[in-house]
């Protein structure tokens, strides 16, 4: 079992940055793929970031260059570092733990961009 926590969400103008972190309970990132979902109000659940258990990245095309997924092994979180917000961005972020029939999420963190 690996339990993952979300923290970071806020309210920010449009144009500001915020860093989502997501803790999990024990040392995955060598075997599991890490990556940030995100719901829109309304919407279904869309990947954000990916990251491989290699350290390979993905992005959706929406945020590409202006989002970056990191990782620090020795603390067992997985980062994802959101610059130049804008108002669609805004929705509950959440973390996941992949690793194949193993599927791990966190419990989401809101983000809202507004002014």
């Known amino acids: 079992q690996v339990q993952l926590v979300e923290s970071g969400g806020g309210l920010v103008q449009p144009g500001g940055s915020l860093r989502l972190s997501c803790a999990a309970s024990?040392?995955?990132?060598?075997?599991?793929?890490m990556g940030w979902y995100r719901q829109a109000p309304g919407k279904q659940r869309e990947l954000v970031a990916l990251?491989?258990?290699?350290?390979?990245?993905n992005y959706a095309d929406s945020v590409k260059g202006r989002f970056t997924i990191s990782r620090d092994n020795a603390k067992n979180t997985v980062y994802l570092q959101m610059n130049s917000l804008k108002p669609e961005d805004t929705a509950v972020y959440y973390c996941?733990?992949?690793?194949?029939?193993?599927?791990?999420w966190g419990q989401g963190t809101q983000v809202t961009v507004s002014s």
């Open positions: 024990r040392t995955i990132f060598s075997i599991y793929a």
């Open positions: 990251m491989t258990s290699g350290g390979s990245t």
């Open positions: 996941n733990a992949n690793y194949r029939l193993y599927d791990y």
